[in-house]
Each structure stands twice: as C-alpha cells, then as structure tokens.
C-alpha cells in the first residue's frame, strides 16, 4: 500500500512518529509525507521553520513548494506536487488541513487529473457547529463529495460532519500518539529537589496555556478551597494569566506552594509529569474566539492527558469537548467550571492513595492499548484497508 500524507504538522519531524510506525507495519507499505518548504508556526515560535529532506527505508519526508507559510486553510502546493504524485502513485492520499482546506481539495483534483485512482482522505479537528459563506461553503462540499473516508480528531467533529451530509467512512482517532519510550514512569530525585518538593507534597499539575479557556483559574480556586491539605501546585507553560495566577496567590496566602515554571522543550516534559502525583486539564468552552468561517473553541482532545497516563500519573479533566472520551473511565472527569466537583476529585486522589494509584494504571493500560504512535498506526492501518476494501 502506498500512502501519501499531507499537512503543516508533519514540518516538526517528532510529530511524524506515528507515520513512521506505520511504514514499518507491514513490508509493502510505503508512506511519502509532504510538508511545506516554508512554514511560519506563529505563537511562541516566530522563526520560519525551513522543512528538510528525510528517507528512512520505506518513509519519507518530502518539502513541497508552498503558498501561504502561516494559514493552514489557505496552504496549497506548488507544481512540484504533482510529479510527485505521478511517480509515487499512491493507493490513500490523505490531507490533515481540515474539510475546508485548499490543500485538499488541490489534492482531489490532482487525483481526478492525473488518474491516479486513490482513495481521499481528510483528518479535522473541528468539533464545535459552524455556519460558511458561499465560497467556503461550495469548497467544503467538494471536498466531502469526493472523500472515501475521514479522519476526524474526536466524537463531536464526526458528529458535526454527519450533521453537514457527509455519508461514507469515518474514523474517531487523534493526530498523534505518545511517544511511550519518553512518557512512561521515571522517578526526578534530582528535578524534585532542584523544585523544592518532598515526599509530603502532593503534587498537582497542570500543563499548557495560562488561558481562560484552559480553565487554569477555575483549578486554582479549588486548590484554595482544600488549602489545608498538603498539596503543590506545578505549573508548566505560560501565558496572559500569569501575573493573576500569582496576584490569586498571594491574596490567599499559598504563594510559597506554587511552582511556576516557564515553557520547557517537550522531551523534557515528561520528567515534570513524573513529579505529579495528578494532572488537570479543567479546559472550558467558550464563545469568544471568532475566524471567518467559524465561532467559538472546546477541548478538541487534550494530548497531556495521555502523556500522563502514559507515566502512571492519574488525570482529572473537565468534561470539555472530547477530554471524557479520552479519559473514559481511567481517570476522573467533573462539569467544567465547577470548582467544588474538582475539589471533590482533588480529595478523592489527596486522601485515598490506592485509588489514585489503580487509576494511574488504568490510565496507562488504557494509553499503551489505544494511544501510542504504533497503536495508532495499526488503527490508521486498518481504517485505510476499509477504505479499500469499500470500493
């Protein structure tokens, strides 16, 4: 089987752990990844990222003249695309920008052209309803017309697009797995003095923007309201709600048990995690944030979750978006917003210590089964070979 995979993503060469694993599944399995040359990510990165080369028996990266560096939608592919498609002839092509993306619907005629034969598929994250001008419209229709099946990133995007006509094949699977060679259980002597924490402190964490949204608030009013009990507080990331984070702090006199720390590269969150005796992702859905062709924003999945999970580390959520179906029943999951539902799971892991460590390898059985890279791939895998197989 010849695969081709499309998208931004892929410019950063860890995210394509899970393509790898899936070139390696099966000996006829050939998977080409095509990424642009030029991508300008934004938000804390503000370089240009220059895509490189890359061969490793049957898997290769591919930089492809781009347009647009910094769009996602707006990305399409220069004429380099299309000897490549040519010679490669692949059986799947599959394109990760959404069912409104240029890229895709380039990539759809590029097959009709072309005559290739291969089966379209599109992933998406997009979960929450959303209304389109007539152009985006008549673009997400010609997509969905020619798709023999897609991929979408949680319950709620699959729902959306069987709301909007959509009939054929769908698949409810993350982008990206965990890399479970780097998340998994590992004891930080060192980290956790270098942190000032003792074996005393239990240690809750939480791992991501310092954002409204992200629910980072509504966690830290809980702590206050079980500030009797031994806990920390790690914090990894940054953000606008910084500086009332600590203000909230010492206003309620636990400033000495928060542990801020600034933005860390992401092989080394795993060592933070490995300190948490929980982690929290209390995100919350909110209205406020407004693009052209769509409102609003709700957890799409929450990839910390499994990253924890993966080091044994029991994980509370929100019942924001897609974090309950991930979480399922390995992990404890309270009404976002709600502050005294997520003291209430704060205390159940504080005060019941074997609880909290049968839901950490709950969690972690649950990961290794579903969530890494190369369970991912066997999923991909087998999705494809539907696809196929439904003429």
């Known amino acids: 089987m010849k695969i081709l995979v499309a998208s931004h993503t892929y410019i950063v060469n860890l995210n394509s752990e899970k393509l790898r694993a899936l070139s390696k599944l099966a000996p006829d399995i050939e998977v080409i990844v095509v990424v642009p040359k030029r991508w300008k990510p934004g938000g804390v990165q503000k370089k240009i990222i220059e895509a490189q080369y890359y061969e490793e028996d049957s898997f290769r990266i591919v930089p492809i003249t ?63 309803p959303y209304q389109l001008n007539l152009l985006a419209s008549l673009l997400e229709k010609y997509n969905l017309k020619y798709s023999h099946g897609i991929i979408s990133g949680n319950q709620d995007g699959a729902e959306i697009l069987r709301q909007r006509g959509y009939q054929g094949l769908i698949k409810v699977m993350p982008q990206l797995g965990v890399d479970d060679t780097l998340f998994k259980p590992n004891l930080q ?29 509504t966690l830290l009013k809980s702590l206050i309201s079980i500030k009797d009990k031994p806990w920390k507080f790690l914090l990894l990331g940054r953000g606008e709600l910084k500086s009332e984070i600590i ?26 995690i490995n300190l948490m005796n929980t982690l929290v992702l209390p995100s919350e859905t909110t209205y406020k944030f407004k693009t052209l062709t769509s409102v609003g924003w709700k957890e799409q999945f929450g990839h910390v979750i499994i990253e924890a999970m993966s080091c044994q580390v029991p994980v509370i959520g929100s019942n924001s978006g897609e974090i309950p179906h991930v979480i399922g029943d390995a992990g404890l999951v309270f009404p976002e917003g709600d502050v005294k539902a997520l003291a209430n799971c704060l205390l159940q892991l504080i005060e019941k210590p074997e609880f909290a460590q ?33 003429g």
Not at 203 to 213: N, P
């Open 66 to 128: 781009n347009f647009s560096q910094n769009h996602q939608g707006l990305l399409t592919f220069g004429t380099d695309l299309i000897q490549l498609i040519r010679k490669f002839n692949p059986d799947i092509i599959q394109v990760e920008q959404g069912s409104r993306g240029l890229a895709y619907a380039e990539m759809i005629t590029l097959n009709n052209l072309l005559g290739i034969k291969a089966k379209n598929i599109f992933f998406t994250w997009w979960n929450l």
């Open 189 to 217: 002597p060192e980290l956790k003095q270098q942190l000032g924490v003792t074996d005393k402190d239990f240690i809750i964490g939480f791992v991501g923007r310092f954002v409204q949204e992200k629910g980072i608030l």
């Open 247 to 272: 203000s909230q702090a010492k206003e309620n006199n636990i400033q000495d048990r928060i542990i801020l720390v600034e933005s860390v590269p992401h092989h080394e969150v795993c060592n933070y």
């Open 358 to 390: 049968n839901i950490g390898l709950m969690g972690y059985t649950k990961v290794i089964a579903q969530y890494t890279n190369k369970a991912l791939a066997k999923q991909q895998l087998e999705f494809y070979q539907e696809v196929i197989s439904n």
